[in-house]
């Protein structure tokens, strides 16, 4: 996967001046030994310098860490620890940061030795709201040594993301279709994000992709193509447009992402797109997400930004799907009531095209696009990858900018069910428990468009946290039966 941050975390030990300094060094060194037992000690770093209330400490803990190639930021309160020193590393600190604490060890240390980081933990984050600055706490955030490790641990993600989302750009080609009001946004959304967006016209891409004729590079891009397509390679005779339409987006990567380290592009896919290049770019947009570039269709730039998030997360595959179809009741009754347990309600089908990675694919083989030839020549709609999706577990969500410019989300974890689609397109029959009512009073009733992006494992608990990080006013989720929404009549 390209197109991925490495996050290496500086570990900073903080101390209160008032504690003794050993109890935050002597923990320091006891929770990065316990993080290299357990995990890849690359990820991290130990700053040697234990920060006491100085500011001059912490300007020395910044320059130390920005020096060693940190690019996140764990303060460790290993005992009290000082509000104003440590609340000031966070906010100079040019990164995601999180803060964790320690726990007592034993009894022998209650009497003389006793850090209090408990009570600290509680200034700490007073000290960041008054400062307006954002930092990941987890939901236990004082343990032992291998406790904080894992705490670390699982900032990786959350850290990724957030590091990715700073050094972002997203390409469009636009306008979105007419008629396709469901996928617009105000991108000002972005801007508060730290996301970079550059919006062009799909004429511009059109000049850039004819430039492309005869490219050289283009029998090689169809080998490959072919090679990976294997059995599946239905259509060989569209593979040299679809390969020069991929050196058409790769090229304008390369020449426009600018000062951003990390690309996502949200491409229009209709309606005058297949009779002008003559093919559609469903493929293509496969083939870069599979690389680690989310596509998104349809012009979808939230959707490209959550396809972002997914494969910053998971640093894995992702794939951007309609909430597409309810699964018909002689399919369930068939296939999934016995033996699978959902209700009916719980289970949809998720679709596009032909967008989805050969990886994620049951049997992928390349075919026309059937929606679009049912009004236009057969030829021009060549293009899409078809299969069922592989069964799994999956986390469906999105991030979002709502017409009135508020930030909302959604994550709900489920999988794809063993069950033959008996369909068309990239297409999956998904389970997610409590989903219709998750649909009626999350999607519904928040205004989210038909667009979810997938992560392929369950993501949620670092999807969740992310969203919280980037501030989203609203995080839906799927519910328990037990748990009723706001909207939900009681009646």
Known sequence: MINLPK????????????FPESLSVNRRKALVAAYAKAYNVEDIYECPICIVESEIHMTQALADIKANGCNALCVYLGNFGP?????????HFDGPI??????????????????DAYCGVLNASYNLKLRNVKAYIPENPVGDADECAKLIHDFLPIARTIYGLNNLKIISF????????????????????????????????????????NDPRIPEVVADMAAELGEGNKKPEILPKLAQYELTLLDWIEGHRGYRKYVAIAGKCWPAFQTMFGCVPCYVNSRLTGRGIPVSCEVDIYGALSEFIGTCVSEDIVTLLDINNTVPKDLYSA?????????????????????????????????????????????????TLEGDIKPGDITFFRLQCTSDNHLY????????????????????VFAIK???????HVLIENGFPHHGAVAFGHHGKAIFEVFKYLGAEKIGYNQPASLPYATENPF
Do not use: W
């Open 98 to 115: 999180m803060f964790c604490a320690a726990a007592e060890e034993n009894i022998g240390i209650l009497s003389s030795d006793r850090g």
């Open 83 to 91: 509000e104003i020193a440590e609340t000031l590393l966070a906010k």
């Open 434 to 440: 409590e989903m219709g009512r998750f649909y009626r």
């Open 409 to 428: 989300a959604y994550a709900a974890q489920g999988e794809v069910l063993p069950v033959a689609t008996h369909s068309f397109g990239s297409i999956g």
């Open 7 to 18: 996050i290496k975390v500086g570990i900073v030990a903080v101390s209160r001046d008032c």
């Open 335 to 383: 296939d999934i009531e016995k033996q699978f347990g959902y209700k009916l309600s719980d289970t949809f089908m998720g679709f596009h095209c032909g967008n989805t990675c050969t990886k994620l694919l049951c049997k992928p083989e390349m075919r026309y696009q059937k929606i679009m030839a049912r009004s236009l020549p057969v030829e021009v709609t060549q293009g």
């Open 174 to 213: 636009g306008p979105r279709p007419t008629n396709f009001l469901a996928c617009n946004a105000p991108i000002k959304q972005l801007y508060n994000l730290g996301v970079e967006i550059e919006e062009n016209s799909e004429l511009d891409l059109y000049e850039s992709f004819l430039k492309h004729a």
